[in-house]
Structures are given as structure tokens and as C-alpha cells.
């Protein structure tokens, strides 16, 4: 069982940035790629990041290649997201998930809660 919480939610100016964080509660973790889901309003859920179990290996939407960076610290079993230049289209409420392979369909493990991501324009 690995239990998600994400944080660094929040309110910001397009062009603007913020970095969230998934903690998983336990080592059993480190046995999981992590991925980064969001869901705006009135749409599904889609793919945005993950990042493999050793960090070596990572994917990306199309959408935030290149303003988005993820990255993993096993030590303390938490992974983040960067989010760089960021855009009104860019808000949503965003999920990390856990699962055994690193790939980008919705069919994880387990979810987080979610945090939500605002971008003013």
C-alpha cells in the first residue's frame, strides 16, 4: 500500500511558477514510478509527467515539454514537479499516482488528493 499527499498548490500570474511535491508515506515507494496527472474542469484526466523508480528515465505531454521538469528523492520518498512559464490552459487540479511501470495511461496503482493549480492571466 503507498499513500500519496501532493502539495505547493497555488495562485499565480501566467509566466509564473511553482513547484509541487508528492510525498508517498512509506519506502515501498521506491519500488513505483511516479506520475503527475491533471484534470481541469469538465475534462479528463490527462498525463502530464513521470519519472521512473531510480529517476534515470523520464516522459512528458507534449503540452509541457520543455516549461516542466520532474525529479525524485528516494531519501525522503518524495517527487517533484516544476513548473516553469506557466500558462491559464495549465490550470487544473493536478495528481501524482504510483505504479510498477513508467508510462503515461491513467491505469495507476494508487492517487493522491490532488492539489489545485491556479494561472491568472
Known amino acids: 500500500q503507498v499513500q500519496l499527499v501532493e502539495s505547493g498548490g497555488g495562485l499565480v500570474q501566467a509566466g509564473g511558477s511553482l513547484r509541487l511535491s508528492c510525498v508517498a508515506s512509506s519506502d515501498a515507494s521506491r519500488d513505483y514510478a511516479i506520475g503527475w496527472f491533471r484534470q481541469g474542469p469538465g475534462t479528463e484526466r490527462e498525463f502530464v509527467a513521470a519519472?521512473?523508480?531510480?529517476?534515470?528515465?523520464?516522459k512528458y505531454s507534449d503540452s509541457v515539454k520543455g516549461r516542466f521538469a520532474i525529479s525524485r528523492n528516494n531519501a525522503n520518498n518524495t517527487v517533484y514537479l516544476q513548473m516553469n512559464a506557466l500558462k491559464p490552459e495549465d490550470t487544473a487540479v493536478y495528481h501524482c499516482?504510483?505504479?510498477?511501470?513508467?508510462?503515461?495511461?491513467?491505469?495507476?496503482?494508487?492517487w493522491g488528493q490532488g492539489t489545485q493549480v491556479t494561472v491568472a492571466s
Open positions: 519519472v521512473s523508480r531510480f529517476g534515470d528515465n523520464t
Open positions: 499516482g504510483a505504479t510498477r511501470w513508467l508510462r503515461t495511461g491513467r491505469d495507476y496503482d494508487y
